[in-house]
């Protein structure tokens, strides 16, 4: 089982370190072995002309992992807190409120895509032609907004279940401690942040650390929304990665890109490990 | 008190209103573009470009259309058969590994969590390069040929879903009580037929949890479709792909192939749902 999952990685790290390109592609792993030559000419080598379109992808990947992560944690959190209060119609909420978890992350991405045009999608039609917030009309998938074109449908699809797990977590908060509270005149304020919050921390935790980590890897939004080659505005890792090695071929230098990757995830696990040890040990 | 000062009683009232009302709002809008993919895919191309959308008289015509446009049943057909089987090996796999890590204690079942979330770590691209050359060697030196072929997928997707399906399997067979299985044994059961006659029964649930959760990810899979394959064994996100670079025009076609694309997965995931949910929420709960 494991086999499948090592051997292949450690034969990527291998890859990294050959020159696979259009010319030497058919002598596969016999490719010629240049040492860290991919990894200088991403990190090393400013006038490369590889590095300009990695420096804007790295950029474009910790932006949308930040927004997104951020976003879909806080939003998930505040409309847990919403679904559990007792209200008319709250079983029907709770089932609707998973519809877009049920949608295949590419059919979330073509409906956005859809949704975003700029002359016929519908986003346009509300914000300027019924509603008219604004006076002309966004291009929402190419240039700047891009980036926003690719986070907005991410958070979007993974609110659900982030949303199902701090509300599976805010029903094991037992109601003494808030009526306790509220006897000894905490505010609502006051029994969130000194009762719900620090009970909710392991589940915050774990969520962080898979939010981060699939984020980073997210591919199929923004492959299916804006291709191949999503422009230097809205360009991931991961989009730079299949796009050099597979229609430019340049199979060692997206290797290369990989590795870094997976040691910016251990990076990340490392100082999540150091902030949120306290946790695991109180959940364990 | 005035009469302009509400009573406390009645302002915490109008404070639930509005609660209510945000509530309400939130989850509308979660619910708002799948409703709007339904309603687009029963309209004509003309009226979505216009924007003279018809809700009274819908029309299936895009439906219709869509399977000649690309192909879509290749793509269809692609993707049932790939992720029918690879769900089937991946469950399968699971379901003994998890019954050993559950109930027999040897070296290392601990730290089995940890290696399930460390091949999480690794990007996807990092497995995809090497199999991808390794795919073509075998084409090229071997009888064996994988790229761009069913078999290839299904391999590639079933070592890939397998370990998330163990830890998931696991928690399943972990909430069995053992008594069960030894009263079998004291009844004069073998070991095994322990395990076929009185365990699987009970862990049926997580059993197809299991394979629905491998289904769906599967059918969502995109990154090693899109590279892996060139056009014998493309799968449904591919089809979409090919949809939105070629008939971006066509948009009744692109929303009716979503919803197609959907129905499987929709039909899968609230058959299921409830053992799916405790399933997957289980795990992080417990974090």
Redesign the interface.
């Known amino acids: 089982?494991?086999g499948?999952?090592i051997a292949?990685?450690i034969?990527?790290?291998?890859?990294a370190f050959l020159d696979?390109n259009l010319f030497t592609f058919h002598l596969?792993?016999r490719a010629p072995f240049v040492g860290l030559d991919n990894f200088r000419a991403i990190l090393v080598e400013s006038d490369n002309p590889l590095r300009p379109g990695f420096m804007d992808a790295l950029r474009n990947t910790i932006s949308y992992t930040a927004w997104t992560v951020g976003i879909t944690l806080s939003a998930g959190l505040g409309?847990a807190l919403?679904?559990n209060?007792r209200?008319?119609?709250r079983r029907v909420?709770r089932t609707?409120?998973?519809?877009?978890w049920?949608?295949?992350?590419?059919?979330?991405a073509?409906?956005?895509?859809?949704?975003w045009q700029s002359d016929?999608g519908?986003i346009n039609?509300i914000l300027v032609?019924y509603t008219h917030l604004l006076d002309d009309r966004p291009i929402w998938l190419l240039g700047e907004n891009s980036i926003w074109a690719i986070i907005v449908p991410t958070i979007?699809r993974g609110?659900?279940?982030v949303i199902?797990?701090f509300l599976?977590?805010l029903q094991?908060v037992p109601d003494e401690l808030y009526e306790a509270a509220a006897i000894d005149g905490a505010g609502p304020w006051q029994r969130f942040r000194y009762i719900t919050l620090p009970l909710l921390r392991?589940?915050i935790?774990?969520?962080l650390l898979?939010g981060v980590?699939y984020s980073?890897?997210q591919?199929?939004i923004p492959?299916?929304?804006l291709?191949s080659n999503p422009g230097p505005y809205a360009d991931l890792l991961?989009t730079l990665?299949?796009r050099q090695?597979?229609t430019n071929q340049l199979?060692g230098y997206?290797?290369a890109?990989?590795?870094l990757?997976?040691i910016a995830?251990?990076l990340w696990?490392a100082v999540w490990y150091r902030a949120f040890r306290r946790d695991?040990v109180a959940?364990a | 008190m005035t009469a302009l000062t509400l009573s406390p009683r009645w302002s915490r009232r109008i404070g639930?209103w509005a609660?209510?009302l945000?509530?309400?709002a939130?989850?509308a809008i979660?619910?708002a573009?799948?409703v709007?993919?339904v309603f687009?895919s029963l309209q004509t191309d003309s009226d979505?470009?216009?924007?003279t959308y018809d809700f009274l008289s819908p029309t299936t015509a895009a439906f219709r259309e869509m399977w000649d446009t690309v192909d879509f049943e290749r793509y269809f057909v692609n993707s049932l058969v790939i992720c029918s089987v690879a769900a089937l090996l991946a469950t399968a796999?699971a379901s003994s590994?998890g019954y050993a890590l559950a109930r027999f204690r040897f070296r290392g079942a601990d730290t089995f969590s940890l290696?399930v979330i460390g091949?999480?770590?690794?990007?996807?691209?990092?497995?995809?390069?090497?199999?991808?050359?390794?795919f073509?060697?075998l084409n090229q030196n071997t009888p064996v040929q994988l790229y761009d072929t069913r078999l290839g997928l299904i391999l590639v997707y079933t070592?890939f879903f397998?370990?998330v399906a163990?830890f998931l399997m696991r928690a399943f067979f972990v909430a069995i009580p053992r008594e069960l299985e030894e009263a079998a044994l004291v009844d004069g059961c073998s070991p095994f037929s322990a395990f076929v006659r009185i365990v699987l029964p009970n862990a049926a649930p997580g059993i197809i949890a299991t394979y629905v959760y491998a289904f769906?990810f599967a059918?969502?899979e995109?990154?090693f479709a899109?590279?892996l394959t060139e056009r014998d064994s493309e799968t449904?996100?591919i089809g979409?792909?090919t949809?939105?670079?070629n008939y971006q025009q066509e948009?009744a076609q692109?929303?009716a192939?979503?919803v197609v694309?959907?129905l499987p997965?929709?039909v899968a995931?609230?058959a299921t749902?409830r053992w799916l949910?405790r399933g997957?929420?289980a795990g992080?709960?417990?974090?």
């Open positions: 089982m494991l499948v999952h292949p990685t034969a990527g790290i291998y890859v696979v596969l792993f409309v919403l679904l209060r209200f008319p119609g909420c609707l409120m998973l519809a877009p049920v949608v295949p992350s590419f059919v979330a073509l409906l956005w895509q859809f949704m016929t519908i039609r032609d979007w609110l659900p279940f199902l797990v599976a977590g094991a392991p589940l935790a774990i969520q898979f980590i980073a890897y591919f199929a492959f299916v929304m291709g991961m990665i299949v090695a597979f199979i997206g290797a890109i990989s590795t990757m997976m995830m251990l696990v695991l959940a | 639930n609660l209510n945000l509530t309400y939130v989850v979660l619910v573009p799948v709007w993919l687009g979505l470009a216009n924007g796999f590994a290696t091949t999480q770590l690794i990007p996807g691209t990092m497995f995809l390069l090497p199999i991808f050359l390794g073509i060697w070592a397998t370990p163990i769906l059918w969502d995109l990154l899109a590279t449904i996100p979409i792909r949809f939105i670079s948009y692109l929303l192939a979503g694309a959907t997965v929709m995931f609230f749902q949910v997957l929420t992080s709960v417990k974090g």
